[in-house]
Nanobody
Framework: QVQLVESGGGLVQPGGSLRLSCAAS????????MAWYRQAPGKERELVAS???????KYADSVKGRFTISRDNAKNTVYLQMNSLKPEDTAVYYC????????????WGKGTLVTVSS
């Protein structure tokens, strides 16, 4: 009933910037919290940033001051602006959203790869 599709990943040099987008579609009554997670090879998936329906944000300590999460409720879309990227940011980034659909539950995108390298 619900699909999340990420876009915007790619290869960038250290110090560069990327903006990720995630659009939700399908049977959506409302969207609560939206978030970005990431998972590097051999590591656990971690929460990068989250944003509530009211616009309250939280960030992992490792990205504070560099990343900004935002959302456009009219477009059912969440964004992650990533600046001053570091090699340690290399990971598959996954979109997550708690959505009221047929059931209220968390939905996940398939991920978009971000590679930070010279």
């Amino acid at each position: 009933q619900v699909q999340l599709v990420e876009s915007g990943g790619g290869l960038v040099q250290p110090g560069g910037s990327l903006r990720l987008s995630c659009a939700a579609s399908g049977t959506i009554f409302s969207i609560n919290t939206m978030a970005w997670y990431r998972q590097a090879p051999g590591k656990e998936r971690e929460l990068v940033a989250s944003i509530t329906s009211g616009g309250n944000t939280k960030y992992a300590d490792s990205v504070k001051g560099r990343f900004t999460i935002s959302r456009d409720n009219a477009k059912n879309t969440v964004y992650l602006q990533m600046n001053s990227l570091k090699p340690e940011d290399t990971a598959v980034y996954y979109c997550n959203a708690n959505i009221r659909s047929v059931y209220t539950m968390d939905y996940w995108g398939k991920g978009t790869l971000v590679t930070v390298s010279s």
